[in-house]
């Protein structure tokens, strides 16, 4: 086990959100999985890459990690890790962003060799959805 393994596998997940590359979840997450919030649970993968057709709805999104802290226990690890997520959408003819703040629990364990997620459940501290400012002129 590397003890960056779940900053590494956070890193990926943000990536492949926001890049809309829901098939390469694959690398990073058990077939297996169970991927549960408040509002939703999708036991599986296929069922998870289903839930994220709801990301199209967006013209951009960022997910920004920041704290992690977990333990290790041999081949598998539970820990959290925080993350601000930024879902950018246009309504009235406005451009709004919801924002939500969450703190995953992660369960990563050791899969054909690799270590991927085995469950993460989504906890939900805030949420603002607001409309956008434009940006200051360049100077």
Known sequence: MNKDTPRELAT?????RDGRRFKRLEEIMA???LVAAPNFECQGLAAFREQLQLLHNYSATLHLIGNQFGEWQGDTYEGETYCV????YA???????WEVGIRYRDSIALVNG?????GRYLNVLWQDDRVM???????
């Open 12 to 16: 990926l997940y943000a990536g492949y």
């Open 91 to 97: 309504r009235d003819g406005e451009q709004r962003m």
């Open 133 to 139: 400012q434009d940006p200051p002129p360049w100077p």
């Open 85 to 88: 997520a930024h879902h950018v």
């Open 114 to 118: 690799s270590y991927k997620y085995v």
């Open 31 to 33: 077939t297996d999985i």
